[in-house]
């Protein structure tokens, strides 16, 4: 795998995947990180993941490879340089004792392989992004299907709105969120990821 710097991850971008889980649709962009240690990237191998720890949801997310630092006035096409698709696997029930608390969300986002990506690809440019749907199938059936032509935030404005707020660099990654459909995951379900007809990474799961 290549070297990652930080790993941002944008929450509640797709208006209908804030609504299946009960949640305000945001009016600005909900960003929260990631250890690197969660990283695992998918080579039709396992993956093991936790088992014990309550409902274990998929969050199928296009992710952003971050080509330089940003200025103002610089270009999508200047920012992005790769691209890949990934899971923010999210601990479902221990994530929502911790948001009746008020605590932040680390326990249910930042365990080990919960930022599961495929191998990078050419950032190909928005608008062949904004045609082409990325898949998620479980078990050889569709799971989740999203685009970021439905996203709340587009590209631009997560990447203006994180450099602000928290810097990015060369080698930083963004997961720009996930649509509707999200679900549980069990033991020896096989994730398989889909752009457009295009497969890019598979894994089973193993939950321990």
């Not at 221990?94 to 932040?104: A, D, M, N, T, Y």
């Not at 440019?125 to 996203?151: H, M, P, S, W, Y």
Request: charged share 25%; net charge negative; proline share 5%.
């Amino acid at each position: 795998m290549k070297k990652i710097g930080n790993i941002y991850c944008v929450g509640r971008n797709y208006k209908l995947h804030a609504e299946e889980l009960g949640n305000d649709v945001p009016t600005k962009p909900m960003i929260f990180g990631k250890p690197t240690h969660a990283l695992a990237e998918t080579a039709g191998g396992e993956i093991v993941l936790p088992g014990t720890r309550g409902e274990l949801h998929y969050e199928t997310e296009l992710i952003i490879h971050i080509a330089r630092s940003y200025e103002p006035g610089v270009t999508l096409d200047e920012m992005v340089d790769e691209i890949a698709l990934g899971i923010d696997f999210t601990l479902r029930d221990v994530q929502s004792e911790l948001k009746k608390k008020g605590h932040p969300w680390l326990l249910a986002k930042g365990f080990k392989n919960s930022a599961i990506l495929t191998p990078f690809h050419a950032f190909p440019g928005l608008d062949e992004c904004l045609k082409t749907d990325f898949t998620l199938l479980k078990n050889g059936e569709q799971a989740q299907r999203g685009n970021i032509r439905n996203v709340i935030f587009d590209l631009m404005t997560l990447i203006q709105y994180i450099s602000e707020h928290f810097g990015l660099e060369k080698g930083d990654i963004i997961y720009t969120g996930t649509p509707e459909g999200v679900g549980p995951v069990a033991d020896g379900d096989v994730l398989t990821f889909l752009w457009g007809d295009q497969k890019w990474g598979e894994f089973t799961a193993r939950l321990r």
